[in-house]
């Protein structure tokens, strides 16, 4: 565990104290570390977090015009399926499924370009995927960049004050890290790179690229419907880009124990599955969390998996050369052939109320 212990940069604050103990910082910390994590002025290793947020600041002036100059309620729905559903879907079949937990395979590289772009580009790969490895070896646990039980900005300035490698790694542990990245197609640093960057992506790579996408997206969407349509896009892509930071938060029950019977299998952890994020984009938590190298993550029936769907399709279409698959397995040890109560947790849906579905 050295490793994972290690590879984050730690926040000023600390992720434990002499106890052990999970250090819970104040608000004012959390905005202290997040300023000082996006000040390219202090260091340039501030690059990769800082980006994060110049892309936000970035996509703001889309945002203004849409609302003084193209709003319509159509273009809403627009913006609004395009965060929840479009962008979100999207977050889960590359940067989760593919790009963390490689639960599938492409054909060639340039089917795995296509499925890395297919949505204006938000965060760097790096940012989310070495993070996201210590999630799942510490979730609720110290150290954990996203851990519930610190509370929700916690988890919303993650992606700055928790989610950076150190800048202090030795050449074996950098290339450890480096590596997983190294299936998804980003330009990587070398060693003597990284020490002056301090970053495994080079910034070269990470900025051409996010330029290219942003004006092709924003030239399709303009010939389809105009500046009111890409200006409405663009902002469905920076609302998904704040929205998900709060994700880890409520998927892990807002650090409390909400697990279901016949619905959350997983007790290792405060994983959970919700029905908005699992219809709109696949991303059933607790399944996840159970199988996480699996390319489905909807088990039960009525779990509709629209990332599963995308790499399915692809997988038939010949572009997708493999995948893992964990449904078969689940049922086999969790369901035993019982089937779960849905009308019941529908009812229980509309009522508000927590879902409990006999086995």
């Known amino acids: 565990m050295a490793f994972i212990d290690d590879v984050l940069q730690v926040p000023s604050y600390g992720w434990k104290n002499e106890k052990g103990e999970l250090i819970i910082p104040t608000l004012g910390q959390l905005y202290r570390e997040a300023f000082s994590r996006v000040n390219f002025f202090k ?7 800082g980006i994060s947020w110049l892309m936000a600041v970035c996509m703001l002036p889309f945002f203004f015009v849409f609302i003084f100059y193209y709003f319509s309620f159509p273009l809403l729905a627009a913006t609004i399926v395009y965060a929840m559903i ?29 499925t890395q772009n297919l949505v204006f580009r938000t965060f ?63 330009q990587i640093n070398t060693y003597k790179q990284y020490q002056a960057w301090g970053s495994i992506a080079t910034p070269w790579y990470t900025i051409g690229l996010w330029f290219l996408n942003w004006s092709f997206w924003y030239g399709i969407f303009y010939l389809i419907g105009g500046h009111g349509l890409a200006c409405a896009l663009f902002s469905g892509a920076m609302l998904w880009f704040v929205l998900v930071r709060a994700f880890n938060y409520t998927g892990h029950g807002k650090g409390q124990v909400k697990h279901v019977d016949g619905i959350d299998f997983d007790r290792s952890n405060l994983s959970i599955n919700q029905t908005r994020p699992g219809l709109f984009s696949g ?18 029936p009525y779990q509709i998996d629209l990332a599963w769907i995308y790499i399915y399709c692809m997988h038939k279409l010949g572009t997708v050369s493999s995948y893992r698959d964990s449904k078969k397995h689940f049922q086999e040890k969790y369901l035993a052939g019982a089937e779960p109560d849905l009308a019941h947790y529908e009812r229980s849906i509309e009522m508000s109320e927590p879902v409990k579905v006999s086995r």
């Open 43 to 49: 260091t340039k290793k501030n690059w990769i977090s």
């Open 283 to 300: 991303e059933w938590h607790n399944n996840h969390h159970l199988y996480p190298d699996s390319a489905r993550a909807g088990f039960l």
């Open 124 to 186: 760097p790969e790096e940012i989310y995927v070495v993070s996201h490895h210590v999630h799942h070896l510490k979730s609720e646990k110290p150290g954990d960049p996203y851990n519930a039980h610190a509370g929700l900005m916690y988890c919303m300035l993650s992606d700055v004050n928790h989610q950076s490698i150190a800048t202090n790694l030795s050449e074996v542990d950098y290339k450890k890290a480096s590596h997983f990245l190294s299936h998804t197609g980003v």
């Open 86 to 114: 479009i962008m979100s879907t999207h977050g889960t079949i590359w940067f989760h499924r593919y790009s963390t937990h490689r639960a599938y395979t492409f054909r060639n590289s340039f089917w795995r370009f296509f």
